[in-house]
């Protein structure tokens, strides 16, 4: 089995930063998406990007962004993956030479399969349960909606969390796990000592 890799999103803080890049995260997320607890502006995002070494993927997350947004993000922020997290269409999130991926917002009768071949340039597809507000909402959604041949590496997220996420990697076999609100001791404020717990129990997951 593959080595499951780690996202962290929604950081603000350098100390969360330095917490998910000790930890051993393969990823973490800026959320450019203003309504949200964890938004950042794109100087912020810059500052705490600086402290990202090689090798781990600085993400930008937007939704229903306007295409001047998403390339001022780039003019600011050396984003390395692009996250669209609404009710973007593929011609929305091509065309800003990165790689991009694209949630899904899981519920029942959602047609997955159907959602994913209208993404054929995405480099993965993210599910995420269908909240109010769009994402980031500590909720998990029946993994068991989850359809057999998506043609996209699958990045599991929504209400992940120390206590659940070895069990998730073992029954879905993502490619990856994204993790906000359960490594959180306030909206937006990671703590180190979850952020440590949920990477372990990622790795626990493994054997
Ligand atoms: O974090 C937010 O506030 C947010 C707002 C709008 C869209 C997406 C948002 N976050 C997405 C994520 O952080 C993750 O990709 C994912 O939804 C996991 O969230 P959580 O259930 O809190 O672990």
Redesign the pocket.
């Known amino acids: 089995m593959h080595r499951t890799r780690i ?1 962290i ?2 950081l603000t803080r350098e100390e969360d930063v330095r917490a998910a890049v000790e930890a051993g995260a393969d990823a973490i ?1 800026f ?1 450019f ?1 203003p309504p ?3 938004f950042v502006d794109f100087e912020r995002a810059a500052e705490l990007a600086r402290l990202v070494p090689p090798f781990v993927t600085v993400v930008g ?1 937007f ?1 229903n962004a306007g295409w001047d947004y998403v390339e001022n993000a780039l003019k600011t922020v050396p984003l390395q993956l692009l ?1 669209f ?2 009710d973007e269409r593929e011609e929305d999130c091509v065309g800003f030479g990165r790689p991009y991926i694209k ?1 899904a917002r899981m519920r029942q009768g959602f047609d997955l399969l159907k959602y994913a071949a209208s993404f054929p340039k995405a480099q993965g597809l ?1 599910l ?2 269908f909240v109010e ?7 998990t959604f029946d993994w068991s909606l989850i359809p057999s041949g998506l043609p996209l590496p699958l990045i599991l ?4 969390n120390a206590g659940n996420v070895a069990e998730a990697v073992r029954r879905v076999r993502p490619w990856a796990v ?5 490594v959180e001791a306030a ?1 937006g404020i990671k703590d180190a000592a979850r952020i440590t717990e949920f990477v372990a129990g990622v790795q626990n997951a493994h054997g």
């Open positions: 996202k999103c929604g997320g959320v998406y949200s607890p964890r997350l939704v996250q997290h609404g949630a993210l995420d349960a507000g769009y994402g980031g909402g500590g909720e997220s929504g209400g992940l994204d993790v906000s609100s359960g909206k």
